[in-house]
């Protein structure tokens, strides 16, 4: 069982023994973000990791023609791991999907921090091989699964970490993000709403059914779980199934 700190939230944080998580704590600092604002730009320059606190991160990866979602992270992710492997450049873009709240430090106070203890870095590469298990999966869910699977799995995923409130997406966001046409994503939104899964307004909706929508989603979202390293129930405070 993971020793919450109090006005700590990201997850890898709190699974941190003392003497570790006190070598990071005096280099982070907190930065708010706004809904649709780009916290890391894809071929960029990374000069800061950050433990995402609260809100929904969408990570994506661009092409001059297309873009799509390769992972939805929350308070158990975090932004940068590009500079645990090596690079000093972003290999997708980050777009916040809320507003929120991440514990930044410098990729250069980090590197001191992980020489100093490196057990650091043993913890923080489980949350890389995470979120390589979560975008390959997300991969093989979009090669696999129907079109209702894949947005119930969403809607899921997004209502877990954002603890039931009030998502601020629209049917195209949805769509961008998967991947698929918005009149396919509007289709399943409609039918949802019809029998009562989620209820929309301008702008956004919210989860009312998600049992329901899990029995219709794919295995995806589960599978990703369970090879995170640290599974914990979302916060009260803060909403991807395949």
Same mark, same amino acid.
């Given at each position: 069982?993971?020793?919450?700190?109090?006005?700590?939230?990201?997850?890898?944080?709190?699974?941190?023994?003392?003497?570790?998580?006190?070598?990071?704590?005096?280099?982070?600092?907190?930065?708010?973000?706004?809904?649709?604002?780009?916290?890391?730009?894809?071929?960029?320059?990374?000069?800061?990791?950050?433990?995402?606190?609260?809100?929904?991160?969408?990570?994506?990866?661009?092409?001059?023609?297309?873009?799509?979602?390769?992972? *939805?992270?929350?308070?158990?992710?975090? @932004?940068? +791991?590009? /500079?645990?492997?090596?690079?000093?450049? !972003?290999?997708?873009? &980050?777009?916040?999907?809320?507003?929120?709240?991440?514990?930044?430090?410098?990729?250069?106070?980090?590197?001191?921090?992980?020489?100093?203890?490196?057990?650091?870095?043993?913890? *923080?590469?489980?949350?890389?091989?995470? @979120?390589? +298990?979560? /975008?390959?999966?997300?991969?093989?869910? !979009?090669?696999?699964? &129907?079109?209702?699977?894949?947005?119930?799995?969403?809607?899921?995923?997004?209502?877990?970490?954002?603890?039931?409130?009030?998502?601020?997406?629209?049917?195209?966001?949805?769509?961008?993000?998967?991947?698929?046409?918005?009149?396919? +994503?509007?289709?399943?939104?409609?039918?949802?709403?019809?029998?009562?899964?989620?209820?929309?307004?301008?702008?956004?909706?919210?989860?009312?059914?998600?049992?329901?929508?899990?029995?219709?989603?794919?295995?995806?979202?589960?599978?990703?779980?369970?090879?995170?390293?640290?599974?914990?129930?979302?916060?009260?405070?803060?909403?991807?199934?395949?």
């Amino acid at each position: 069982m993971l020793a919450q700190r109090i006005n700590i939230r990201n997850t890898i944080l709190n699974s941190l023994p003392p003497a570790e998580f006190e070598r990071l704590r005096c280099y982070l600092r907190p930065v708010s973000f706004k809904r649709n604002s780009v916290l890391e730009e894809q071929s960029r320059p990374v000069e800061n990791l950050g433990f995402i606190e609260s809100g929904l991160v969408s990570l994506r990866r661009n092409s001059s023609m297309n873009s799509v979602e390769i992972a *939805l992270i929350d308070h158990r992710g975090i @932004l940068g +791991v590009s /500079t645990l492997l090596g690079m000093d450049v !972003a290999g997708h873009q &980050s777009i916040a999907v809320t507003s929120g709240t991440v514990l930044s430090i410098r990729v250069s106070d980090l590197q001191c921090a992980m020489e100093a203890q490196p057990d650091i870095k043993s913890r *923080l590469f489980c949350r890389v091989q995470a @979120l390589l +298990v979560h /975008t390959s999966q997300v991969a093989l869910c !979009a090669l696999s699964h &129907s079109v209702e699977q894949r947005v119930s799995g969403w809607l899921c995923h997004a209502s877990d970490a954002f603890a039931g409130m009030e998502l601020p997406v629209t049917h195209e966001h949805i769509a961008t993000m998967l991947g698929l046409r918005r009149a396919s +994503v509007t289709e399943m939104l409609i039918r949802y709403e019809n029998q009562g899964l989620i209820a929309k307004t301008r702008g956004a909706l919210r989860v009312r059914d998600r049992d329901r929508l899990r029995q219709i989603a794919c295995s995806c979202c589960s599978t990703i779980a369970s090879h995170s390293p640290y599974v914990a129930k979302p916060l009260s405070s803060i909403g991807s199934q395949g």
